[in-house]
């Protein structure tokens, strides 16, 4: 008797099973076959998903939805084919306007706390606040940050991608919330790029957590 995983059970409650392995399952079913109740079992397990399935169908997938998962699915997909600079996505060059850490301490004073690191990222009219935290046990890194848009009636950019890359590898992903902020933590201590998808626009901020700031200032 012929062997069927899950998947083939799939296909046989949603009616797309070859009409062979139809024949075959339907006889799998019949009372007197060998295992009927456990095949029972799961083919009626899987007729309710399928009728769930159906009725998800007449409800709308918001907006929204469908754009954060095509800019994830677009961007792992250039990174996996080490494609950044598709035509997909557009690459916006970004500076950093203010970091922390080239900041010098005011006049007979110390900075005591050098764990901590605030940058400022701008990239046409988007800007990205961005602060890194270093962390001693276990050995990792924290970055908080808000997006914003500097044209008018934008302000915070809710629902934008976020991404974490280390090389070709994604390390983390969030969306960022609706005051345009986001959160990241046990994060390794190496170069990272942090990406943002917005709208067509591809963003790419590069992070070196290879050497944190406390470590930096005790060289």
Known sequence: MAKFDITDWSDFVRGVATPEDEETMRQL??????????TTELAESLSRV?????????????????????AIAT????VAQQARRSSLLKRLRCAVTFDSLLQPAPAGTRDLD?????????????RVDLRL???????????????????????????????????????DRTVTSRFGEFHFEGLPRRRLDLCLVIGEDFVELPLDLGSGPAEEAGQ
């Open 50 to 70: 399928a009728a769930v399935g159906r009725s998800d169908i007449k409800d709308p997938v918001p907006p929204h939805a469908v754009r954060i998962a095509k």
């Open 133 to 171: 935290e270093q962390e001693l046990e276990p050995r990792s890194a924290v970055a908080v940050g808000q997006v914003t848009q500097s044209d008018a009636d934008k302000g915070p950019l809710p629902r934008v991608p976020v991404l974490i890359f280390a090389g070709q590898d994604e390390v």
């Open 29 to 38: 079913l019949a009372p007197t076959a060998r295992d009927a109740v456990t």
């Open 114 to 126: 050098r764990s901590h690191r605030t940058m400022v990222f701008e990239a046409n009219s988007y």
């Open 75 to 78: 961007t792992r997909q250039a």
